[in-house]
């Protein structure tokens, strides 16, 4: 329980969450009183009108990010652990105190300044999880930059294309990556994504390996130019709405949007969530093996563990390197106490068996999280009965890129009360969940389903689009006026809890990322021989969704099915990433259409789920016989 606003006169759980909700400034003002270290004061809590998607907290204050993860710990405990790097080759984790991470943190600030970089600037970062990622984000925040950090697995063309609608002029990588015993030629996806991006003119590279490679004069060796510099770097006062960082995520269409998140509302929120939600306690080591290039790794890896002064963890490597007893081994090695990880990583693990767990002490865990997707009943079983020995509750937390933190949870809750497997259950202090249905209307009673929505603002949701308010506006406040729409579906129980259901909208999640379908189709579009295409997401054991393609071809042309796959995969990997890549490819002679030419991906998607029964409605298609072809398609393709 938030200890400041424990003195109002509420004690319990529910009278708290209550309290957040109806006297939500309050609450707020509080607790970001009490939590978060300002250099003036704020004047107001909150400035807030979604038909505008105007969302400003705390105005008037002012405050340094770093300052607040990194400077106030240091006076109290500068040798505590920040952060253990766990690197790929299990036992050589390297951990990092608070002290040092300033120091990083301050010479990467100053070098970030003496080449140029200023406050308002935008540094595109495109590294795997190291200490130096980690301490460019914060010397970006120390010094008034906005980071966009780039998940490292994506392609030259998407990191060219972030970096091109970020504008850029300084992008930070490494020589090369390490992941899965396997070296990854970074430096070399970033040299290719620059070619197309004018703007940049500087690209720091650290160096992850001792393998040199080849620099250019716009190259800067990172480790070499920083230790010129001074360990001390003047924090700059930041307003409270004044920009963290952009993170580009997939929408229903069009290209990635860059969500811009701001300072203090945000930072509040992650520290906020990250303590009670996982219920982290001084002295706890944190778990999370999300990448740092997903907003999973930004809030529980970065901004929420260091905003308290915790001790945060950072993989490198994967579930299964170099045994599916990965995870497990590195608990009992770093006596990890909370483990926060992705369904898609269970469903995988579960299948070798529970030696691979059992083989390893788990009495250091205390909580143990799950995000990204819905987790089905096995997985939640397993990682409840065998991962956490029955004794440690699992969390499963819904949240997403745009609300900053996680906003639906089974804690904080009554300790003592039951955890339903599957179910993310409450909403969090201060998210007012509600659930629409198509005509608009409020779902009031329990045991419904609908549209998610939330009703009222909260500090860690994101501002906008960057350059796009419109869409932001469009997407997120326009079709529910009044709502915060989530995009996701939801089922309230009998007893009030929330069960999320997937995605309402054209946005697949692979193994928990997100992936637009037209992101998808504009990418096979561009194949020579294609002339349309609809992607769809279906059911996967472990993937969660995976991708189905269907395939027009242009007219006279004539292609093996499996040369064009591979033709298809070689292109989506180039221009997204290697798990956007489909696992079916399948050519029609045209794709079920509405009679005003919109694809029924309804029908196309009850196909490949085999459920041709349940076709529903095709009153409104052009051509009933395109069913038929693509039914009788796919039984061939299975
Ligand atoms: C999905 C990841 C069910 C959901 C933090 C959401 C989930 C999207 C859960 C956001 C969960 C995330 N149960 N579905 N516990 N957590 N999702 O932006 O569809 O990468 O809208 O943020 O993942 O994905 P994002």
């Given at each position: 329980m938030p200890e400041a606003v424990a003195f109002q006169g509420v004690s319990d759980h529910s009278g708290l969450y209550k309290f957040s909700v109806n006297e939500s400034d309050r609450f707020w003002g509080a607790v970001a009183r009490q939590r978060l270290s300002w250099i003036s004061p704020f004047h107001t809590v909150q400035n807030c009108d979604f038909s505008q998607g105007k969302i400003k907290w705390f105005e008037g204050g002012k405050l340094n990010v770093s300052v607040n993860c990194l400077d106030r710990h240091v006076q109290t405990c500068p040798e505590r652990v920040a952060l253990i790097w766990e690197r790929d080759e299990p036992g050589t984790e390297v951990k990092i105190t608070y002290r040092q991470l300033l120091e990083l943190t301050c010479r990467l600030g100053n070098l970030l300044k003496r080449q140029g970089v200023r406050r308002g600037d935008c540094v595109t970062i495109y590294m795997p999880p190291c200490p130096l990622a980690m301490a460019s984000m914060l010397a970006c925040a120390r010094i008034g930059a906005a980071h966009n950090v780039v998940f490292a697995g994506f392609s030259s063309e998407a990191l060219a294309d972030r970096i091109r609608d970020a504008q850029s002029s300084t992008v930070i990588t490494v020589n090369q990556g390490v992941r899965g015993g396997k070296v990854v030629d970074l430096k070399r996806t970033v040299d290719q994504a620059v070619q197309n991006c004018p703007t940049v003119q500087q690209v720091l590279v650290a160096m992850r390996t001792e393998n040199t490679v080849p620099m250019t004069d716009r190259d800067v060796p990172l480790e070499e130019e920083m230790m010129k510099e001074d360990v001390v770097c003047e924090p700059v006062a930041m307003d409270s709405e004044d920009v963290l960082f952009l993170l580009y995520t997939s929408g229903s269409t069009g290209k990635p949007k860059g969500?811009?998140?701001?300072?203090?509302?945000?930072?509040?929120?992650?520290?906020?969530?990250?303590?009670?939600?996982?219920?982290?306690?001084?002295?706890?080591?944190?778990?999370?093996?999300?990448?740092?290039?997903?907003?999973?790794?930004?809030?529980?890896?970065?901004?929420?563990?260091?905003?308290?002064?915790?001790?945060?963890?950072?993989?490198?490597?994967?579930?299964?390197?170099?045994?599916?007893?990965?995870?497990?081994?590195?608990?009992?090695?770093?006596?990890?106490?909370?483990?926060?990880?992705?369904?898609?990583?269970?469903?995988?693990?579960?299948?070798?068996?529970?030696?691979?767990?059992?083989?390893?002490?788990?009495?250091?865990?205390?909580?143990?999280?799950?995000?990204?997707?819905?987790?089905?009943?096995?997985?939640?079983?397993?990682?409840?009965?065998?991962?956490?020995?029955?004794?440690?509750?699992?969390?499963?937390?819904?949240?997403?890129?745009?609300?900053?933190?996680?906003?639906?949870?089974?804690?904080?809750?009554?300790?003592?009360?039951?955890?339903?497997?599957?179910?993310?259950?409450?909403?969090?202090?201060?998210?007012?969940?509600?659930?629409?249905?198509?005509?608009?209307?409020?779902?009031?009673?329990?045991?419904?389903?609908?549209?998610?929505?939330?009703?009222?603002?909260?500090?860690?949701?994101?501002?906008?689009?960057?350059?796009?308010?419109?869409?932001?506006?469009?997407?997120?406040?326009?079709?529910?006026?009044?709502?915060?729409?989530?995009?996701?579906?939801?089922?309230?129980?009998?007893?009030?809890?929330?069960?999320?259901?997937?995605?309402?909208?054209?946005?697949?999640?692979?193994?928990?990322?997100?992936?637009?379908?037209?992101?998808?189709?504009?990418?096979?579009?561009?194949?020579?021989?294609?002339?349309?295409?609809?992607?769809?997401?279906?059911?996967?054991?472990?993937?969660?969704?995976?991708?189905?393609?269907?395939?027009?071809?242009?007219?006279?042309?004539?292609?093996?099915?499996?040369?064009?796959?591979?033709?298809?995969?070689?292109?989506?990997?180039?221009?997204?990433?290697?798990?956007?890549?489909?696992?079916?490819?399948?050519?029609?002679?045209?794709?079920?259409?509405?009679?005003?030419?919109?694809?029924?991906?309804?029908?196309?998607?009850?196909?490949?789920?085999?459920?041709?029964?349940?076709?529903?409605?095709?009153?409104?298609?052009?051509?009933?016989?395109?069913?038929?072809?693509?039914?009788?398609?796919?039984?061939r393709l299975l």
């Open positions: 969500l811009v998140h701001t300072q203090a509302g945000y930072l509040l929120y992650t520290s906020l969530t990250h303590r009670y939600v996982f219920n982290y306690h001084d002295g706890d080591v944190f778990g999370c093996v999300a990448d740092i290039g997903w907003i999973t790794g930004h809030s529980y890896i970065v901004y929420g563990p260091l905003c308290n002064g915790g001790t945060t963890v950072l993989f490198e490597s994967t579930p299964v390197y170099p045994n599916p007893g990965r995870y497990w081994e590195m608990v009992e090695r770093l006596g990890i106490n909370q483990f926060y990880g992705a369904p898609t990583a269970i469903r995988l693990l579960l299948k070798y068996g529970d030696e691979w767990v059992q083989n390893y002490n788990r009495s250091s865990l205390k909580t143990l999280g799950s995000v990204g997707e819905p987790i089905n009943t096995e997985a939640w079983e397993w990682y409840h009965r065998v991962v956490g020995d029955g004794r440690c509750p699992v969390v499963d937390t819904w949240w997403q890129t745009e609300t900053g933190g996680i906003c639906i949870a089974p804690r904080p809750a009554d300790p003592e009360a039951e955890i339903v497997p599957g179910m993310a259950m409450h909403p969090f202090y201060g998210i007012k969940p509600a659930l629409l249905d198509t005509e608009g209307e409020v779902l009031s009673s329990n045991d419904s389903t609908g549209a998610l929505c939330i009703s009222q603002a909260w500090p860690g949701m994101a501002r906008t689009i960057h350059n796009h308010h419109q869409r932001f506006t469009e997407t997120y406040f326009h079709p529910y006026p009044g709502f915060f729409f989530t995009g996701d579906g939801a089922h309230r129980s009998k007893e009030g809890y929330y069960q999320i259901i997937g995605r309402l909208d054209d946005v697949i999640n692979v193994s928990g990322h997100r992936l637009g379908t037209a992101e998808l189709e504009d990418v096979v579009n561009q194949c020579p021989g294609v002339a349309e295409s609809a992607a769809i997401g279906y059911s996967h054991d472990i993937k969660g969704e995976g991708v189905y393609v269907f395939v027009v071809l242009k007219k006279a042309v004539m292609v093996e099915e499996d040369v064009l796959a591979q033709q298809l995969r070689e292109m989506v990997s180039r221009s997204i990433a290697k798990y956007a890549c489909p696992d079916f490819i399948q050519v029609v002679r045209c794709l079920p259409k509405t009679r005003s030419g919109k694809i029924m991906r309804r029908v196309l998607r009850k196909v490949v789920e085999r459920n041709t029964d349940e076709l529903g409605d095709l009153s409104t298609l052009d051509d009933p016989d395109s069913v038929h072809e693509v039914i009788r398609g796919h039984r």
